[in-house]
């Protein structure tokens, strides 16, 4: 709730969040540039608001993602091959990220925000489907020419293509369906032949959910499997007390990297992983990754400015309940927000989880 409501306090009456600010000297560092980290947002509150119980605060979330997609959907441009992306009016010519529409997609998921906005809905799956290649590949920008060209990006970008996907595939959209088939062989391989913490987060949730949505089909074993083995190999970068100071215990770090606020992008991922594993009986694997989602929020949560510090700062509604950057690092950012709320509220949806 705290997060939430620094988000909304910061929110840019055309839309956008306040993307970047250090609280302590009450400089905005960055209002808005990055689209995709927008959509991101987009999608935490829009999430939010679908399963707050407060209708009073659920309402304000509601406007809020409301108008954060009014925002984003004003930025669509046409593609030839058919549907629309967001084009980033910081790039050059006509471009967009295959990450932006996939967010904007997701939280196009949640609540009334569905039928709102369903031809645009309809329209940025389109683009999206077409960025696939007949190898199962995504292409990450609407102006790339292969997946191989893309570089990192498709660490990422395909994995929150793919959640969106399997969104609409449990709602059974047949061609959501074929592109996850397609793609599921590729982005396993990949990930084999070059695994990256950056790619586990969103390709755990979306396997995650297509095993609901395969579980009667003959190959359905293997969808479980690969979000166990992601989940296995990101556990290798988790901070534990045995070796590490209690203040960074529970966090997640490359080797020789700083632990910060992405522990709370990879903690989801282990909470989902936790429910898969519950849900499908297997006991060890389903305790171990709870004990280990347990301390990666812990430390999550200790990057989050609580209201007994509110005196500290000139404007404290654009600083209590954000996320900072590093236990060392006072700098503000809207994913950061985004993605401990979205890891909280994934504890909260698991079963099991909490007790």
Not at 250 to 260: E, Q
Not at 306 to 317: D, G, H, I, K, T
Not at 323 to 341: E, K, M, P, S, Y
């Amino acid at each position: 709730r705290s997060a939430q409501e620094r988000l909304l306090a910061g929110q840019a009456a055309r839309g956008s969040y306040l993307y970047r600010y250090h609280p302590l000297t009450n400089r905005v560092l960055d209002e808005c540039s990055n689209l995709v980290r927008q959509a991101g947002t987009a999608y935490a509150i829009a999430r939010s608001a679908a399963r707050e119980p407060d209708p009073g605060h659920a309402a304000a979330l509601r406007r809020s993602a409301a108008n954060a997609l009014g925002f984003l959907l004003g930025l669509r441009a046409p593609s030839a091959s058919g549907g629309c992306f967001i084009r980033d009016p910081a790039s050059p010519g006509l471009r967009g990220d295959l990450g932006t529409a996939a967010l904007t997609l997701l939280a196009m998921q949640y609540g009334p925000l569905r039928d709102e906005h369903e031809a645009a809905r309809q329209s940025l799956r389109a683009w999206m489907l077409g960025q696939q290649d007949p190898d199962g590949s995504f292409r990450c920008r609407s102006d790339s020419l292969s997946a191989a060209a893309d570089g990192r990006k498709q660490s990422f970008f395909p994995g929150e293509a793919i959640l969106a996907l399997a969104h609409e595939a449990a709602r059974a959209d047949a061609a959501s369906l074929r592109a996850l088939d397609r793609g599921f062989a590729w982005y396993r391989s990949y990930f084999r032949r070059a695994p990256t913490s950056a790619f586990v987060p969103w390709q755990v949730d979306a396997w995650r959910l297509f095993t609901e949505v395969a579980e009667n089909r003959a190959d359905a074993a293997r969808y479980p499997a690969f979000v166990f083995e992601l989940t296995d190999w990101l556990l290798r970068r988790q901070l534990t007390a045995d070796t590490v100071p209690p203040d960074i215990a529970g966090a997640f770090a490359r080797p020789g990297g700083r632990p910060g606020f992405s522990t709370a992008t990879y903690t989801e991922a282990v909470i989902r992983a936790f429910g898969l594993a519950a849900r499908l009986g297997d006991d060890e694997r389903a305790q171990r990754y709870r004990a280990a989602a347990r301390a990666g929020l812990g430390f999550a949560l200790r990057l989050q400015i609580s209201p007994a510090a509110r005196a500290l700062f000139r404007v404290p509604e654009l600083a209590v309940g954000g996320v900072t950057a590093g236990l060392g690092n006072f700098a503000l950012r809207c994913d950061h927000d985004q993605h401990l709320i979205t890891a909280c509220l994934t504890a909260l949806e698991t079963p099991l989880f909490l007790d």
